[in-house]
C-alpha cells in the first residue's frame, strides 16, 4: 500500500454565489504522479490553491502524512512541504532571476542585517543546476527572459526546498519541447525519491504518458479516480463531459482547395532577430497553419502580418477588392477586418480587472458606436451572444476576468474577435488552455468562419491541431518556411517535426 | 416575439456583480455625505449660512470643474500637474483681451482654446515624445506660471467691463451641470472615455485591440484642457484680477479631492465623474468647516492630510489599485526616463 502524503476531505469552496469545489475528498500518494482532470471552470486550479494556501477553502480539512495541514499562504505551504507552479505568470517583474527564486526566502542568505547577494546568486545557480537548466545566468534581470523561461524560473523556486508534494498547473501548454522535458524529468524524479506529484492539463494523451493515475473533476465535484491499467483515452474523456464524446473534433472533410483570391499577402519579411525574408499568401476561404517550435520565429511572424512589430524588411498588404492596404499598426488592422489573438493572453490579449462585457467589445466599440457613443442596446446583445456561444462559464457579464478560470479567459479573447466580424483571423495557439469539449467548438467555429469565406491563419504547436484543422501547412524553423503540406488529414506527426528540428 | 434583451439580461447576479464593480463610486457619495452632515453638527449647522455655503460651493466650484477633466487623464493612468499653471495663463489672455476691449464671450472662448492648446502641449510631449507625464506637466507648469508672472510684474491685469453675468450663481451652475453631464456621457458612453480606461487597464491590450493610443491619450488632455479654460476663466471673473498667485495650490488639491472622490490611482475602468463632484465637496466642506471651528491654517492642513490617508486607506485596502499607485506611477515614470 503507497503511503499517502496528502489527503483532502470535504472540501467545499464558493466565490458568492459560484460553487467552484463541493465536498471534495481525495488523497495523493506518495510515489505517485497523479493527473487532475476536468471541463474549463471545472474547479482543478481551485483546489490546488486551496493545497498551496493561495486561498483557504469555505469549509473541510486536509491532513498531511496524517497531521492536520492548514497553510495560511503560499509561503506556509512551501514551508510544509507543498509547492505549486501556478497557471498564469507567477514571477516577479522587475528584479533578478535570484531574487525570483528566493522571493520570501531572503532570512536565510542573511550576512548581519543585510543579504547576501553572492551567497544567494550561487544558491540560485544550485537551484537551477539541480532542475538541469544552465541556459541563463541568475544575476539577470527576469523581464530578459522569454515566457518559457520565466516557467523555468518558478520550476526552479518551486522546487528549491525540496517539496514533499509538487503541484503543476496547466504550465505545460506554455512551454516548448524543451521546457515540457525539463517539468517532466523533475517530475519522475520526485516520483521516484517517493514524493507526490500533481499534474494539470488539458491534453489527454500528456496525462496518460505522464500519470499513474488520474483524478477528474466535473462542475467542482469528484467523478472519479483511474488507475494507470483503466486509463484510456475515451475513458477519460466521457468522464470529464459526462457523456459519450467522438474522439474526431477536427474537420471532416479532406478537401484542400480554396480560391485564388489572396486576402493578405506578406513579401520578403525580416526581422533583426529570426526572420529571413518570408512570402507567404492567404487567400479567401483558407485555414493556412503554422507551426514550429517556439523559438523559430512564427509568432513574431504573426505580430508582423497584424502590424504589432514592424519589420526591418519587406512588407504586409491587405488586398481589397479596390485596393491594397498596407499593414503597419493594430488600430488600422483592425479596422480594415483583420483580427489577432495573442499567445501572450493576460498581458497583451485581456484587462483583467475589468468586466467580461468590456472585453469582448473591446476591439468592436467603433462598430457598435454612432457619432463616437457606443450604443448599449447593441454591445449587450453581443457581448451575451459571444457568452452563448462559446459557453462562457461564468456568474454574470459583469464579472470580473480575473475571476474566471483559465480556459475561460481563452475563451473571452476569442469571443472578443468573432465579436468584431473579422475577415482575416490571425490566432496564435489559440485553443491553449480550453477543455477538449471546448476545443471542439472552437473548431467548428473556425470551420464555420472558413465557409462563410473567412481567412484564416492558425499559429501552432500543437501539431494535430494543424494536421485537423489547415488546408495548407506551413513549416517553419530557424526564420524560415522549410516545408508546405497540402491538407492531408492521415499526415503523420513525426513526417512533420523533421523539418522543424 | 421580440424579448427585450437589454432588460431580460440583466439579472441579480447582473447586479451583484455590478455593485461589486462600483463599491468605490457608492463609498465616496456616502462619505460625503457624512462630512456634510457631521460638519453640520459640529459647527450648530453655522457652516452652512448663505455666505458660508457661497464660499463652499465657490471653492468647490474651480475643483469640480478641473477635476471632470482631468479624470480623463487618470484614466488612461497619466497624471497632470499644470492645472492651476495653464488656469493662469489662460486667465491671463482672457484678461488681456478685456483690457483691449474685446467682448467678453469671446474672452472666455479664447480663455477655453488656450487652456486646450496648453493641456495638448503637454499630452503631445508625453504622448508623441515620452517624455514622462509628471515631468512634462511640471515643465508646463512652471513655463506657464512664468509666463504669468512676467506680464504682470510690468502691467497689472483686471477685469475692467461687466462680468456680472459669469458671476451669477445661476450661470454658473447651469455650466457646472452641462459640463458635468458631458463629461458623464462621453467617460462612460463616448469611444473616448471607454478607450482612455482600456488603456488605463493594460495599454498594451488595449493596442492590440485596435485602439490607436497615442490619438485617444491626446484627446484626453484635450478635454481635461477645455475644462481647465472654462475653470480660468470663472475664477477670473470672481477674482476681478490676475496675480501671481492665481490659482495656484489647485493642482494638488484636485488629485487629492480626486482621491478622496474615489478614483482609482491606476486608472481604468473604475474611473467616474462622480469623484470629481463628491471629492472636492469633501475637501472643502471639511477644510472650511475646521477653520470655523477654529483651527489654524495648519491644524487644518494636517487633518485634511490624516483624512486623506483614512480615506486611501478604506478605500484600496486590500485591492489590487494599492495606494502606491499613484505614487508608484510617479516612480515608475522616472525610472523609465533614467534609463533612456
Ligand atoms: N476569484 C474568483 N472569484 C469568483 N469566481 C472564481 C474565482 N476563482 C475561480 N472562480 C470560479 O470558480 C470556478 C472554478 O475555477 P478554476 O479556476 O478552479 O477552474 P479550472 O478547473 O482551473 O479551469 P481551467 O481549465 O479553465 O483552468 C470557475 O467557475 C471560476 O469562474
Ligand atoms: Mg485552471
Known amino acids: ?501 | 416575439m421580440m424579448r427585450n434583451r437589454q432588460i431580460a439580461v440583466f439579472e441579480d447576479n447582473d447586479m451583484q456583480e455590478y455593485i461589486k464593480n462600483n463599491r468605490n463610486v457608492v463609498t465616496p457619495i456616502i462619505g460625503m455625505i457624512l462630512v456634510i452632515l457631521v460638519f453640520g453638527f459640529a459647527t450648530g449647522w453655522k457652516n452652512y449660512t448663505a455666505n458660508n455655503l457661497q464660499t463652499i460651493l465657490n471653492q468647490s466650484y474651480s475643483l469640480a470643474i478641473l477635476a471632470m477633466g482631468l479624470i480623463f487623464i487618470f484614466a488612461h493612468g497619466g497624471i497632470d500637474f499644470s492645472c492651476a499653471s495653464v488656469m493662469a495663463f489662460s486667465g491671463l489672455i482672457a484678461g488681456l483681451l478685456m483690457q483691449i476691449g474685446v467682448p467678453v464671450v469671446i474672452c472666455g472662448i479664447a480663455c477655453v482654446l488656450v487652456g486646450t492648446i496648453c493641456s495638448v502641449i503637454t499630452g503631445a510631449l508625453t504622448v508623441v515624445f515620452g517624455v514622462p507625464a509628471f515631468i512634462s506637466s511640471i515643465c508646463m507648469m512652471n513655463i506657464c506660471r512664468g509666463i504669468v508672472m512676467a506680464v504682470i510684474a510690468t502691467n497689472a491685469v483686471s477685469v475692467t467691463v461687466d462680468v456680472s453675468a459669469f458671476k451669477s450663481w445661476p450661470v454658473k451652475i447651469i455650466v457646472l451641470i452641462v459640463v458635468f453631464i458631458v463629461t458623464t456621457f462621453l467617460l462612460s458612453k463616448s469611444l473616448i472615455g471607454r478607450y482612455n480606461k482600456a488603456i488605463g487597464e493594460n495599454s498594451v491590450a488595449a493596442e492590440q485591440s485596435g485602439i490607436s493610443v497615442k490619438k485617444y491619450r491626446l484627446l484626453a488632455y484635450m478635454i481635461s484642457g477645455v475644462c481647465v479654460g472654462i475653470a480660468a476663466f470663472f475664477l477670473l471673473c470672481r477674482t476681478g484680477r490676475m496675480a501671481t498667485g492665481f490659482a495656484n495650490g489647485l493642482q494638488l488639491e484636485v488629485i487629492v479631492a480626486l482621491m478622496l472622490g474615489g478614483l482609482p490611482p491606476r486608472g481604468g475602468y473604475r474611473s467616474n465623474i462622480v469623484s470629481a463632484i463628491a471629492g472636492p465637496l469633501i475637501l472643502t466642506v471639511l477644510g472650511n468647516g475646521l477653520v470655523i471651528l477654529g483651527m489654524d491654517d495648519l491644524m487644518t492642513e494636517g487633518i485634511k492630510g490624516l483624512v486623506f490617508l483614512a480615506v486611501v486607506f478604506v478605500n484600496y485596502r486590500g485591492s489590487s489599485e494599492s495606494i502606491t499607485g499613484l505614487f508608484g506611477k510617479i516612480g515608475l515614470d522616472s525610472k523609465k526616463m533614467l534609463l533612456k
Open chain 1, 1 to 501: 500500500m503507497k503511503e499517502v502524503v496528502l489527503k483532502v476531505e470535504n472540501i467545499c469552496k464558493n466565490f458568492g454565489p459560484t460553487k467552484a469545489l463541493t465536498d471534495v475528498t481525495m488523497e495523493f500518494y506518495g510515489g505517485e504522479i497523479c493527473g487532475l482532470i476536468g471541463e474549463n471552470g471545472s474547479g482543478k486550479s481551485t483546489l490546488s490553491s486551496v493545497i498551496a494556501g493561495i486561498q483557504p477553502p469555505t469549509s473541510g480539512v486536509m491532513y498531511k502524512h496524517g497531521e492536520r495541514y492548514l497553510p495560511v499562504n503560499p509561503v506556509d505551504g512551501q514551508k510544509k512541504g507543498v509547492a505549486m507552479i501556478v497557471q498564469e505568470a507567477g514571477t516577479i517583474p522587475n528584479i533578478s532571476i535570484t531574487d525570483n527564486i528566493f522571493a520570501g526566502k531572503e532570512q536565510f542568505f542573511l550576512k548581519g542585517p543585510f543579504v547576501n547577494k553572492k551567497a544567494m546568486q550561487q544558491a540560485a545557480k544550485e537551484a537551477l543546476d539541480k532542475i538541469g537548466v544552465d541556459r541563463m545566468d541568475p544575476a539577470d534581470n527576469i523581464n530578459v527572459l522569454s515566457q518559457e523561461d520565466k516557467k523555468i524560473v518558478e520550476i526552479a523556486r518551486a522546487l528549491d526546498d525540496d517539496p514533499e508534494l509538487l503541484i503543476v498547473d496547466e504550465t505545460t501548454t506554455a512551454l516548448s519541447v524543451y521546457g515540457r522535458d525539463i517539468i517532466y524529468a523533475n517530475m519522475r524524479r520526485m516520483r521516484d525519491e517517493g514524493k507526490a506529484v500533481i499534474i494539470i492539463s488539458h491534453d489527454i494523451d500528456e496525462i496518460m504518458a505522464q500519470c499513474d493515475s488520474v483524478v477528474v473533476l466535473r462542475d467542482g465535484v469528484k467523478v472519479g479516480r483511474l488507475e494507470k491499467e483503466e486509463m484510456n483515452g475515451r475513458a477519460i474523456r466521457n468522464m470529464m463531459v459526462g457523456r459519450d464524446m467522438s474522439e474526431n473534433y477536427y474537420r471532416e472533410d479532406a478537401d484542400g482547395a480554396v480560391s485564388e483570391e489572396v486576402v493578405l499577402e506578406a513579401s520578403d519579411i525580416s526581422t533583426e532577430k529570426v526572420l529571413k525574408g518570408i512570402d507567404l499568401k492567404l487567400h479567401k476561404g483558407e485555414i493556412l497553419g503554422i507551426g514550429g517550435l517556439t523559438e523559430s520565429g512564427m509568432h513574431e511572424l504573426g505580430r508582423i502580418l497584424y502590424g504589432i512589430e514592424k519589420p526591418i524588411k519587406g512588407k504586409v498588404v491587405l488586398k481589397k477588392r479596390d485596393s491594397d492596404y498596407k499593414i503597419t499598426n493594430p488600430w488600422g488592422s483592425v479596422k480594415h477586418g483583420i483580427g489577432y489573438v495573442s499567445k501572450n493572453r493576460d498581458v497583451e490579449a485581456l484587462l483583467l480587472t475589468t468586466t467580461i462585457r468590456n472585453n469582448i467589445t473591446l476591439a468592436s466599440l467603433k462598430k457598435i458606436s454612432r457619432g463616437g457613443f457606443v450604443s448599449a442596446a447593441k454591445e449587450i446583445p453581443m457581448v451575451q451572444e459571444e457568452i452563448d456561444r462559446l459557453s462562457i462559464k461564468c456568474n454574470s457579464m459583469y464579472s470580473n476576468v480575473n475571476s474566471l478560470s483559465g480556459g475561460n479567459k481563452q475563451k473571452v479573447v476569442f469571443g472578443k474577435w468573432l465579436a468584431t466580424g473579422a475577415d482575416v483571423l490571425i490566432l496564435d495557439c489559440p485553443t491553449r488552455g480550453v477543455d477538449i469539449g471546448v476545443k471542439s467548438a472552437m473548431y467548428s467555429l473556425i470551420e464555420e468562419l472558413k465557409n462563410a469565406g473567412k481567412s484564416i491563419i492558425m499559429i501552432s504547436e500543437e501539431l494535430a491541431e494543424l494536421i485537423g484543422m489547415s488546408d495548407r501547412i506551413l513549416i517553419m524553423k530557424d526564420g524560415q518556411f522549410t516545408k508546405e503540406f497540402p491538407r492531408n488529414p492521415d499526415l503523420k506527426e513525426h513526417d512533420i517535426i523533421n523539418y522543424m528540428i
